[in-house]
């Protein structure tokens, strides 16, 4: 009998899967068992994931057994196919939102990020990125106001504006993925928190299945007491068909929700004090904006739900053949 150890998935590369335990990195591929078993794509291991492995006799190598429920899931959908949920990064504590301070800047996409993050259950943190090229930096602090509950850092890979305070939450436990469009600096910006612990990347940055590096897959990396995850630059990030419109109400609703008495007002018409239904009185807002905003919330709010049933069902199914 081989002995069966716990890891935490860190590269996924095609079906093999390299998982960092006590013994090392081994790779990984599911076992025969589990691909029959699996419900779903997205239910194969991803970068974040905690799960149970069997080494084998060969070295370094492993087969993995299970995928341990999972607290938090960034996922991608793709619009009109509802089981189609690419799982991007797992158990993760906090979305570092990464756009650049330049003609790249662009609002719609930002909105789409933060929904996603809002959803996974993690905590979004926007990262403004290449402040060293910025002349202006007042407009996108200005556009930024729509998300008024969410925190942003302005940072710079080149001169070190702000890796400092970004490190710091970089807590023991703490798994940060940083996701953003392609080319807004996050692998450079991975790069320089780890320089700035004096640490060789090279020697960090994970190997594909044939030990070359590679930048191209997700993957897991130490930094500080915590973990990072970088992610591949997205070129979209959909999350539902009628997006244009989701966005233009998510941002009204936000915007106005800064002046709601309550920090965590509902918005519902019986509450004092709510910016946003004194909005619809005087009609600034009118009441689909408001339902459509409702019906957003909503959905992502099923959409977890229906994440964790699946989870409870995965449960049953394997408990049930580990008693035949
Ligand atoms: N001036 C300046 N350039 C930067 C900064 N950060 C990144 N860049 C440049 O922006 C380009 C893209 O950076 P990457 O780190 O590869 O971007 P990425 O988000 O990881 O892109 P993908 O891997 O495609 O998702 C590179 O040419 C970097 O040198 C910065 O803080 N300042
Ligand atoms: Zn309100």
């Known amino acids: 009998m081989n002995r069966i150890i716990n890891g935490r998935v860190v590269l996924v590369h095609k079906r093999m899967y390299r998982v960092a335990t006590s013994y090392g990195e081994i790779l990984c591929t599911v076992s025969g068992k589990f691909r029959y078993q699996v419900l779903s794509l997205a239910a ?42 690419q799982v991007i990064a797992t158990n993760i504590d906090m979305l570092w939102i990464v756009t650049s301070m330049n003609e790249d800047f662009n609002m719609a996409r930002l909105q789409r990020y933060v929904i996603g993050a809002k959803q996974s259950g993690a905590i979004p943190f926007i990262v403004l990125t290449k402040a ?37 939450f970089l807590q023991e436990g703490i798994t940060v993925a940083v996701v953003g469009s392609s080319g807004v600096g996050k692998s450079t910006l991975v790069n320089a928190l780890l320089q700035q612990e004096k640490m060789r990347t090279s020697e960090i940055r994970a190997k594909d299945a044939m030990g070359r590096h590679t930048t191209t897959h997700r993957e897991l990396i130490a930094v500080g007491q915590g973990c990072i995850i970088d992610t591949p630059g997205m070129r979209e990030l959909q999350l539902w068909a009628n997006e244009e419109e989701i966005t233009t109400n998510f941002e009204e609703v936000e915007r106005l929700s800064a002046s709601c008495q309550f920090r965590d007002c509902t918005h519902q018409a019986t509450i004092k004090g709510c910016a946003v239904q004194q909005a619809i009185k005087d009609g600034e807002l009118a009441e689909t904006q408001l339902k459509s905003y409702f019906k957003m919330q909503r959905e992502a709010q099923l959409q977890m739900k229906r994440r964790q049933e699946q989870e409870r069902i995965n449960d049953r199914k394997r408990n049930k053949r580990k008693r035949l």
């Open 44 to 85: 194969y291991p991803a970068v974040g994931d905690y799960v149970e492995l069997e080494l084998q006799a060969q070295e370094n190598k492993g087969v993995i057994h299970q995928v341990l429920p999972r607290k938090s899931v960034f996922s991608r959908h793709h619009a009109g196919m509802k089981t189609d949920e």
């Open 132 to 168: 060293d090229e910025c002349h202006d930096i007042a407009p996108f602090i200005q556009s930024l106001r729509t998300f008024h509950t969410m925190d942003y850092e302005i940072v710079s890979a080149i001169n070190g504006q702000g890796l400092q305070r970004l490190h710091k």
